[in-house]
T-cell receptor, first 118, second 112 residues
Framework: GAVVSQHPSWVICKSGTSVKIECRSLDFQATTMFWYRQFPKQSLMLMATSNEGSKATYEQGVEKDKFLINHASLTLSTLTVTSAHPEDSSFYIC??????????????FGEGSWLTVV | QKEVEQDPGPLSVPEGAIVSLNCTYSNSAFQYFMWYRQYSRKGPELLMYTYSSGNKEDGRFTAQVDKSSKYISLFIRDSQPSDSATYLCAMLSGDSSYKLIFGSGTRLLVRP
């Protein structure tokens, strides 16, 4: 299957600092990428939809100024958690829509990034 | 009522058993149906993708979709301990949002 790479896999940062997570589609172009957050033993919660070359669309209740999303190319989207606090500690996962498979309805996920704010 | 219902389990089976995982949904607009496998502390891995009603087989995995009953299934034959994971069903309506609607996930444990 297609490969979506996330980096870093895990990161620890101090409270008040910002951290950036990258999501790359390695073997396909992705005009649309998605960012999720997952708490232990729960399903994925969609945070925002990232469209290449345009502003991200955030889900209700997600602070757009706190979770900055940039989708500057067809293979890269980034999520920046600004002024991180311990409550932002979570598992963040990206996914990417593969235009070339399943009529553009095939979506692959990255490995996820564990964020711990201390 | 959630759009997609999935029994959270856990489902515990002996090695070699046939596993049946199911989801029901309420939105008749869903057209694309997927099963993902998620190991602990990892991102979901796409297992099966099905468009509309019918069956699809890939190795030990078979996905079934019955749109008339709004019911989808994933069967795992000859289950292995390495199949132990959480299985998530997911659906797309085919609109321009491409937002996946997930079930809550079923935890599967295959005992050696």
């Amino acid at each position: 299957g297609a490969v979506v790479s996330q980096h870093p896999s895990w990161v620890i940062c101090k409270s008040g600092t910002s951290v950036k997570i990258e999501c790359r589609s390695l073997d396909f172009q992705a005009t649309t990428m998605f960012w999720y957050r997952q708490f232990p033993k729960q399903s994925l919660m969609l945070m925002a939809t990232s469209n290449e070359g345009s502003k991200a669309t955030y889900e209700q209740g997600v602070e757009k100024d706190k979770f900055l999303i940039n989708h500057a190319s067809l293979t890269l989207s980034t999520l920046t958690v600004t002024s991180a606090h311990p409550e932002d500690s979570s598992f963040y996962i990206c996914s990417a829509r593969d235009l070339g498979r399943g009529g553009g309805n095939t979506i692959y996920f990255g490995e996820g990034s564990w964020l711990t704010v201390v | 009522q959630k759009e997609v219902e999935q029994d959270p389990g856990p489902l515990s089976v002996p090695e070699g058993a046939i596993v049946s995982l199911n989801c029901t949904y309420s939105n008749s607009a869903f057209q694309y149906f997927m099963w993902y496998r998620q190991y602990s502390r990892k991102g979901p891995e796409l297992l099966m993708y099905t468009y509309s009603s019918g069956n699809k087989e890939d190795g030990r995995f078979t996905a079934q979709v019955d749109k008339s009953s709004k019911y989808i299934s994933l069967f795992i034959r000859d289950s292995q301990p390495s199949d132990s994971a959480t299985y998530l069903c997911a659906m797309l309506s085919g609109d321009s949002s491409y937002k996946l609607i997930f079930g809550s996930g079923t935890r599967l444990l295959v005992r050696p």
